[in-house]
């Protein structure tokens, strides 16, 4: 199945922490480059780490950096190639404004979460995805703040395997993707 160009989204404010409250989290190591190498595994165009802390945005970078050009780039290489799909952005809008410059303006944000029962299932959102480029929209700590689902964009059926879930984002952000693309999927990919 031909799906047109997607990304991905984590956004660290506005989110919940967990009495409800609306915060800022702190990015994590593991957030930074396993998501890259997810994203350049299925064919993502472009990852978005959103954070409007410009202490975590210096980290990102400085993380970043040493796989790019210091001892981690000659370590591991691939870690490097991947890290290309990263942008680092101060909120989710410019998210989507950058996606929607590269990949066209007709390009949609999906936002996903484990508290959200209702939404599109995969099939609807495969469907979605061949039809105009997707930005699937992933929160940090207790999920994206309710302000986020008040411009009626699409939302993906939580994932749902069994009566305990709490899946760390990269895992739910594996399975998703798994799911919308799969092993038949075939994203297109951006000019250049």
């Known amino acids: 199945m031909k799906l047109r160009p997607m990304a991905l989204a ?18 994590t190591n593991l957030d930074i480059h ?11 165009s ?23 050009e210091g001892a981690g780039a000659e370590y591991n290489p691939d870690r490097c190639q991947a890290l290309d799909a990263l942008r680092v952005v101060d909120g989710l809008e410019d998210a989507l404004n950058d996606w929607r410059q590269v990949a066209g303006p007709d390009a949609q944000p999906i936002l996903a979460g484990a508290k959200h029962c209702e939404g599109i299932d995969y099939p609807e959102a495969q469907t979605l995805a061949t039809q105009q480029p997707l930005m ?11 302000s986020l689902y008040n411009d009626n964009w699409p939302q993906l059926a939580a994932v749902r395997a069994g009566r305990y879930n709490h899946l760390s984002v990269r895992t739910a952000a594996a399975i998703m993707l798994d799911r919308l693309i799969g092993e038949g999927g075939e994203l297109a990919q951006l000019p250049g």
């Open 136 to 146: 699937l929209v992933l929160g940090t700590g207790h999920g994206l703040a309710p």
């Open 46 to 68: 472009r990852y978005y780490l959103v954070t409007p802390a410009i202490e975590q945005q210096t980290l990102t970078q400085r993380i970043v950096a040493h796989w790019r």
């Open 34 to 44: 396993d998501l890259a190498r997810l994203v350049t595994t299925y064919g993502l």
């Open 10 to 27: 984590l956004v660290h404010h506005p989110v919940l922490d967990r009495r409800g409250d609306i915060v800022t989290s702190a990015v």
